[in-house]
């Protein structure tokens, strides 16, 4: 066969406009294209005969900042004679562009482009935080503190909808506003195997999914091939997420959910593997998760997980975190992952989460999965707790304990989705509105800066800052809390303001008088609360 000719067509394509084509003779007279910082874009290549396999072409491109830093980006097929070099510029200025391929048509390419700085709102991607390992800051230094929910099947809302993706829309504008930052959720899944609720009406069941990522079936699968329509309709779902300012913590594989596999390591499963990579990399909200309970069905050992990891890491341009949703992984490879996913369903969630902190000095840690799954209008998968308090209780047991959470509901979590959570009857909506309260606290007080543990009550837990800020988790069996501040605040003034996590509202503050065992009496109500103490400083005091 002939090598491919390629059209020298460039489309830059903003993930969240429509696509403006440039042709050939508009690319002659108008070399440099604009884009913008930390925004995603598609360098476009067009080729007159496509080989047998045009995934398999090696395609990626040079990409050059005026200040001499200098990135190596993978390309992707996407379909109709179509290779892909998708670029999210990490910096504003000029970048110019040479591709590399083995097809004689896509080497060689060359081109100018010039990043305008970042549009209000745009932070970049995720990364640790260079000044405290076990938080996450965008790539603009402000602070990420994420507040995770699972969806595995968010993919398949719109998967058969060619002309946009309305039901992913409704319901991601609907964590976005219930102050969820991340979603957990699968490249693909195919179904349970659990037994389904009786009750269920089918529009609801999105296990089975006519979509699927290789050539034929699930049931009749052509693991030789991709299906690229199904990944460019995945891309739409990522894309949305990235506007809304929501983190896609994407799992590659799963191998519980009746998904028909390549061998593992095969030429099928590397084609698959190194496509998804190839192809989401660019995502600013990227976090990368090679498989849903890596190491819990046989499919594979460690050295598979490892090499995928390495595999990864070699491919993605971007460095974008990687974790593993296994913690019997995480806890003996800890160096592996940029992150630490547990699974930790213990009644005393706080004292097992603080222990976990001490077996991974500098790393987050991110309770994926701490057994409460919130009750629905039909039982999914029950875990150990249903009630939307106790699952509320339990994820800010992991907050306290200086980690983060992750939520489940029943009617999101698996094969089961609500889309328009809106419309449902508000006697069986879930209690989303918690976490939107958790994110105003979180962000008021800036929790991620706060220091976990140290006696500063004599019950319950503590976030504080050592000086002048305290904020207490008071357990629902208490009356009162007596706080310990240290002696040479003895005489200030300090106010405690309550905080409910149920409603969102904060007290009126009280005043008190820094003695030796100062206490305020808890708020009446059947659970917890939290105490925020505010301290007198010196130059509040003296006015310097």
């Known amino acids: 066969m002939k090598s491919p000719i390629a059209t020298v067509v460039v489309v830059m394509v903003a993930m969240m406009t429509s696509v403006v084509p440039i042709s050939a003779n508009e690319t002659a007279k108008n070399p440099i294209v604009t884009c913008r910082q930390w925004d995603v874009h598609d360098l ?13 072409v090696e395609f990626s491109a040079t990409l050059r900042h005026s200040d001499g830093q200098t990135m190596q ?34 080497n060689g390419q060359k081109g100018l482009l010039t990043a305008q700085p970042p549009r209000e709102g745009r932070r970049g991607g995720l990364n640790q935080d260079p000044n405290n390992a076990r938080n996450f800051v965008y790539e603009d230094g402000s602070s990420y503190y994420p507040i995770a929910i699972e969806s595995d099947w968010l993919f398949a809302l ?20 219930a102050g ?19 009750r269920l009406d089918d529009q609801y069941d999105y296990g089975s999914p006519d979509a699927f990522p290789f050539g034929g079936s699930n049931a009749e699968p052509d693991h ?11 891309d739409r779902v990522i894309d949305y997420l990235d506007q809304k300012g929501i983190a896609a913590h994407l799992m590659i594989y799963v191998w519980n959910k009746e998904v028909n596999w390549p061998d593992a390591d095969s030429e099928a499963d590397n084609r698959y593997f190194d496509y998804v990579v190839r192809r989401y990399q660019a995502f600013p909200n990227l976090v990368w998760d090679i498989s849903k309970e890596a190491l819990g069905y046989g499919h594979n050992d460690v050295g598979y997980i490892s090499g995928r990891i390495d595999r990864l ?21 800890p160096k592996k992952v940029d992150f630490i996913s547990v699974q930790i369903w213990s009644s005393e969630l706080y004292s097992v989460m603080r222990n976990v902190i001490t077996q991974f000095p500098g790393k987050p840690i991110l309770n994926i999965e701490h057994g409460g799954y919130e009750e629905g209008p039909y039982v999914v998968f029950t875990g150990s707790y249903t009630s939307p308090e106790v699952c509320l209780e339990r994820a800010y047991q992991c907050v306290f304990a200086g980690t983060y959470p992750t939520h489940y509901w029943q009617g999101a979590a698996w094969n089961v989705i609500f889309p328009d959570i809106e419309a449902m009857d508000p006697a069986t909506r879930p209690r989303l509105d918690y ?33 002048d800020l305290y904020l207490i988790y008071v357990p629902k069996e208490n009356i009162n809390i ?36 100062p206490s305020f009496d808890k708020p009446d109500g059947e659970h917890f609360a939290i105490l925020i103490v505010e301290v007198e400083t010196e130059e509040s005091r003296t006015g310097k």
């Open 44 to 56: 476009s290549f067009h080729v007159e005969q496509i080989p047998s396999q045009p995934v398999d």
């Open 73 to 106: 980006v993978p390309g992707f097929y996407n379909g109709d004679a179509e290779y892909v070099i998708r670029f999210t510029p990490p910096a504003s200025g000029d970048w110019s562009y040479e591709t590399h391929s083995t097809v004689a048509g896509l």
């Open 158 to 177: 719109d998967a058969n909808n060619p002309n946009g993706i309305p039901d992913t829309r409704k319901f991601v504008d609907t964590l976005a506003d």
């Open 180 to 198: 969820f930052n991340q979603v957990v959720m699968n490249v693909f899944a195919y179904d349970v195997k659990w037994a389904k609720d009786d």
């Open 224 to 234: 030789s091939q991709l299906n690229t329509e199904y990944f460019q309709r995945l």
């Open 313 to 333: 890491r070699k491919l993605d341009a971007y460095e974008r975190l990687v974790t593993v949703h296994d913690y019997g992984y995480c806890s003996r490879f």
């Open 435 to 467: 976490y939107r309260h958790m994110r105003t606290l979180v962000e008021r007080f800036g929790v991620s800066h706060l220091k976990a543990g140290g006696k500063k009550s004599n019950s319950g837990f503590c976030l504080h800052n050592d000086s």
């Open 482 to 517: 007596g706080v310990r501040m240290p002696k040479n605040m003895s005489g200030r003034q300090m106010k405690g303001t309550w905080f409910d996590p149920m409603t969102g509202r904060f007290s009126e503050p009280i005043k008190k008088k820094i003695t030796q065992w």
